[in-house]
């Protein structure tokens, strides 16, 4: 099977920096994207941003100039860096992988969520 291990949340003051990490493992041949998604009470879930196995990625409106993802391929590793943070951005932040596992069996995965809060 396979798990998406998320860290790095946690309460931090407007302006204020946050690193969370995500490492997938498990029986995993191949990942092609791997993403953050976040969902704030009373909110559908968002997505933040993605990364593709080639290296291209995608932000959200909101936080282009403010994220960054990258991406280690040989950890199965997912970052994203939020400076500049608002307190808009409180959430759980969920990390997504589409994984294709050694059998060749392809599915799309969730972590299980880490809080992010802005707050002073």
């Known amino acids: 099977q396979v798990q998406l291990v998320e860290s790095g949340g946690g309460l931090v003051q407007p302006g204020g920096s946050l690193r969370l990490s995500c490492a997938a493992s498990?029986?995993?041949?191949?990942?092609?994207?791997m993403g953050w998604y976040r969902q704030a009470p009373g909110k559908q879930r968002e997505l933040v941003a993605a990364t593709t196995s080639g290296g291209s990625t995608n932000y959200a409106d909101s936080v282009k100039g403010r994220f960054t993802i990258s991406r280690d391929n040989a950890k199965n590793t997912v970052y994203l860096q939020m400076n500049s943070l608002k307190p808009e951005d409180t959430a759980v932040y969920y990390c997504?992988?589409?994984?294709?596992?050694?059998?060749?069996?392809?599915?799309?995965?969730w972590g299980q969520g880490t809080q992010v809060t802005v707050s002073s």
């Open positions: 997504n992988a589409d994984i294709t596992l050694l059998t060749m069996f392809h599915d799309n995965y």
């Open positions: 498990g029986s995993i041949f191949s990942i092609y994207a």
